[in-house]
Every structure is written in structure tokens, then in C-alpha cells.
């Protein structure tokens, strides 16, 4: 079991920056993929950004690419999503996953990610 707790979300401006935090805990952290995605009312969970266990390696939805930045501190347990630039688009709740290693892995798939958490809301007005 992982408990994920998601913090940083609020109104912004169009064009602001806005940084979230994912706290972790539980079981052994420091090997799973986190991602981060977003859903608005009435839409699918859509992916924002992933980082493997190491930290090396990212991965980002084409539509945050050069705006957003992902990025985990393993010693402290920590992910975070460094949004810039921010659109009226990017409103939506974001959550916070944790994917257990397995073939691919699925950086983009929310049905591939085992652990979340509540969500952090992010309004962007424009």
C-alpha cells in the first residue's frame, strides 16, 4: 500500500506558475514510476507527466511539453509538477499516481497505475 497526498493546486492567472507536491508514504517508494494526470468535469483522466524510479528518465504529454517539468526527490519522498506558462486549458483536478514496475512501463496510461491520490484542484482564469 501507497498513500499519495497531493498539495499546491489554486486560481491563477493564464500565463502564471504554479509548482504541486505529491507526498508519499508506505511501502517502498523510491522504484515506482510517478506520473502525474489531470481530469476535468465530464472528461477522462489525461496524462500530464511521468518520471521512472530513478529519476532519469521523464516523459511528458505533447500538449505541457516546454511548460511543465516533473521532477521526484526519493530521500524525501517527494514528486513534483512544475507548471508554467499556464492556459484556462489546464484547469482540471490533478492527481498524483504511483505505478509498480512491470513490463513497459505505461507512463501514459492511467489504468497502469496502481496508487493515488485525492486530487489538487488548479483553476487557471483567463
Known amino acids: 500500500q501507497v498513500q499519495l497526498v497531493e498539495s499546491g493546486g489554486g486560481l491563477v492567472q493564464a500565463g502564471d506558475s504554479l509548482r504541486l507536491s505529491c507526498a508519499a508514504s508506505?511501502?517502498?517508494?523510491?522504484?515506482?514510476?510517478m506520473g502525474w494526470f489531470r481530469q476535468a468535469p465530464g472528461k477522462e483522466r489525461e496524462f500530464v507527466a511521468a518520471?521512472?524510479?530513478?529519476?532519469?528518465?521523464?516523459y511528458y504529454a505533447d500538449s505541457v511539453k516546454g511548460r511543465f517539468t516533473i521532477a521526484r526527490d526519493n530521500a524525501n519522498l517527494m514528486v513534483y509538477l512544475q507548471m508554467n506558462s499556464l492556459y484556462p486549458e489546464d484547469t482540471a483536478v490533478y492527481y498524483c499516481?504511483?505505478?509498480?514496475?512491470?513490463?513497459?512501463?505505461?507512463?501514459?496510461?492511467?489504468?497502469?497505475?496502481?496508487?493515488w491520490g485525492q486530487g489538487t484542484q488548479v483553476t487557471v482564469s483567463s
Open positions: 518520471v521512472s524510479w530513478s529519476g532519469t528518465s521523464t
Open positions: 508506505g511501502r517502498t517508494f523510491s522504484r515506482y514510476v
Open positions: 499516481g504511483a505505478q509498480l514496475p512491470k513490463l513497459g512501463p505505461y507512463w501514459d496510461h492511467a489504468d497502469a497505475y496502481d496508487y
